[in-house]
């Protein structure tokens, strides 16, 4: 976006943020820091128009992970092959903060939260563990209370840094006080700038469509039909024909057979600002066992092409029961589609609240079996999965 940013290190994003907020370090404390809070909501804006337009560049943003120039923090960053995991404390809220700063003072009435993440797309199946990490990203749409921000992940392999190695990813944040509040406007520089824009309003649109057309909604489409009807002729049993009666098509697996199951105990060290479980934790969690279910389906390892439609729909409380399942719910020659269904349970009322699902695109190293569902709410899944499928497959993130 800018030359002449100053990199910010990876560890002190957090600390940026509780300036900004005002957060307390200690998580017992997190009620009278709260409280302390509520006097700034004077601050807020009555209208979008009362806020000063900010421009792209004002919220752009660089931070390093010195893999390379620090290698005594690498571990805390590599996974079971020597790669990076995938997920990090991405700085987006730090970004949002960054683009409605009050001019006031230096603390922000605001609480900036990630409300979804709107597709992340890896373009590099291995990540270097030996050579510095650069995410940039800068505020990218805003309507009037919600802002969407692109960010990118470079890796350096040549100086100066390149795209040899990384992640886009767009994210749609929210400020909330009391309810939503109000954005600053966003002034264009440029032709780029106003394609940039017009892509954010495009993906709103895509979303409410897809909203709209979920199958939680609305009927499948008549060729999604056709294929449930086709899945289920070649599951008859030539020798009865009856509907009751299914068997299971050669080299493949009935979707019930392909589950994976974890719990977590959300503990404070996973906080974020807002004493809340941090979305990056469970991102983090949610994709490692999906893909420990994509591996132990397709017996070869698993690399994450895509993930997208992360609905953020509840916050995670501090000492919660944090249940996880994933599901392969679609598959195509080496590639499978997890569903990784998040929800948190409280043992004392015996109550289950859904917090995110999550979607996740992995490319195996073999061909995989074809996943075959049983039931009409399986069939469901199926086609919810082809439909991420498609559209990863579609999206081709790669710049």
């Known amino acids: 976006m800018e030359e002449g940013h100053s990199p910010i290190h990876v560890n002190n994003v957090r600390n940026r943020l509780r300036e900004i907020v005002g957060a307390s370090t200690n998580w017992r404390d997190h009620v009278q820091a709260m409280n302390e809070r509520k006097a700034l909501h004077t601050l807020l804006a009555k209208n979008q128009a009362d806020l000063p337009p900010r421009k792209m560049r004002d919220s752009y943003i660089e931070v390093i992970l010195p893999l390379g120039s620090q290698p005594e923090i690498r571990e805390k960053y590599l996974n079971v092959h020597n790669s990076v995991s995938l997920f990090y404390p991405f700085s987006t809220v730090l970004i949002c903060y960054t683009h409605t700063k009050h001019e006031a003072g230096q603390m922000s009435p605001l609480s900036i939260v990630t409300a979804l993440v709107d597709k992340i797309g890896l373009w590099k199946q291995d990540i270097r563990p030996d050579c510095d990490i650069k995410f940039i990203g800068n505020v990218s749409w805003v309507g009037r209370t919600s802002m969407e921000v692109k960010m990118h992940m470079l890796q350096v392999v040549i100086f100066p840094y390149k795209n040899t190695a990384g992640i886009t990813a767009s994210f749609i944040s929210s400020p909330l006080c009391t309810g939503p509040a109000f954005v600053n406007p966003l002034i264009l520089e440029s032709p780029e700038e106003e394609k940039i824009f017009k892509e954010g309003e495009a993906n709103k649109t895509r979303r409410v469509d897809s909203s709209r057309a979920s199958l939680l909604k609305m009927a499948p489409t008549a060729e999604e039909r056709n294929i449930v009807h086709d899945i289920f002729l070649n599951t008859l049993d030539p020798r009865t024909v009856s509907f009751r009666s299914r068997l299971l098509p050669p080299t493949a697996v009935w979707m019930e057979d392909a589950k994976l199951k974890g719990l977590e105990i959300c503990h404070p060290q996973e906080r974020n600002i807002f004493n809340r479980i941090f979305g990056g934790f469970l991102m983090r969690k949610a994709y490692e066992l999906g893909w420990a279910c994509a591996y132990s389906y397709g017996n070869s390892r698993p690399y994450v092409v895509a993930v ?55 490319m195996l190293e073999n061909e995989i079996p074809s996943i075959v569902p049983r039931t009409y709410g399986e069939s469901m899944l199926y086609l919810d999965g082809k439909r991420h499928f498609d559209s990863a497959m579609k999206e081709n993130i790669a710049p």
Not at 334 to 350: F, K
Request: proline share 4%; glycine share 2%; aromatic share 10%.
């Open 308 to 362: 997208d439609d992360i609905m953020f729909q509840k916050p995670v409380e501090i000492g919660s029961l944090l249940l996880l399942s994933a599901q392969v719910c679609y598959t195509e020659k080496n590639n499978a589609q997890v569903r990784v269904h998040s929800e948190v349970y409280d043992p004392a009322t015996r109550v289950h609240h859904t917090t995110n699902v999550f979607h996740f695109t992995f």
